[in-house]
C-alpha cells in the first residue's frame, strides 16, 4: 500500500456550509479508503471507493474517486459541530495489506 | 468481541522501564496492524499480523519494539528501555482481511496513550 496525501491540512467552517478535502497519491490502486478521528479516540471507517467505481455516497458524505489523476475528494454536506474531526485517506490494495496513512486533514465546524 | 479493545488506555512510564500494550481483535479477523501516533501526527504503521504470523514489522523503529500475536488473536506490542521518543498513542487495528471485497477495512481500537517520563 502507498500513502496518501490530503489536502487541505486544515479546514475551518460554519455549521450548515460543505467541507471538501482532497487526496492524492502516486500510483495505481484498487480501492480508496476514508477514515474519521475525533479527538482522543481511534480511526473510524467511513466509506470504501472501488477502483472501477467514481462516485459513492454514505449520508451526508459523497466520495469521488478520478484514476486517472489519482486523486479522490471527501465532501460532507450540511456539516454539523459534530463533523469536527480528523480525516485520513487511505489508499489501499489488497486484502489484508497494511494502510498507510497521511497527515490528514483537520476539520473545525463552529456552530 | 464487539470492538477492538486495548488496554492499558494510559500508560506512564519511567524512561529505561519496560511496557506491553495488550490489543484483543474482533473475533474472526484474520490480520492485526499496530500504528504508533505522535500528536497532531497521522498514524504511523509499525507491523502487521495475519493470524499468527508477523508478514510485515518494519515500521518497528528499533529493536526495542517488539510485538507478537502467539495463537493468532490477542497481541502484544512490547518496548523496552522506554525512552522519552517512544511517548505516543499506539492504536491496534483488525480485518476480515480475508474472502470479501472490504476485507481490508480497518476496525480501530481506542488507543493505548504512553508517556516516558
Known sequence: SQQGEEDPQALSIQEGENATMN??????INNLQWYRQNSGRGLVHLILIRSNEREKHSGRLRVTLDT????????????????TASYFCAPGGQAGTALIFGKGTTLSVSS | GAGV???????????????????????????????????????????YFQNEAQ???SGLPSDRFFAERPEGSVSTLKIQRTQQEDSAVYLCASSLGTGSFGANVLTFGAGSRLTVL
Open chain 1, 23 to 28: 487526496c492524492s497519491y502516486k500510483t495505481s
Open chain 1, 68 to 83: 486517472s489523476k489519482k486523486s479522490s475528494s471527501l465532501l460532507i454536506t450540511a456539516s454539523r459541530a459534530a463533523d
Open chain 2, 5 to 47: 479493545s486495548q488496554s492499558p488506555r494510559y500508560k506512564v512510564a519511567k524512561r529505561g522501564q519496560d511496557v506491553a500494550l495488550r490489543c484483543d481483535p474482533i473475533s474472526g479477523h484474520v490480520s492485526l496492524f499496530w500504528y504508533q501516533q505522535a500528536l497532531g501526527q497521522g498514524p504511523e504503521f509499525l507491523t
Open chain 2, 55 to 57: 508478514l510485515d514489522k
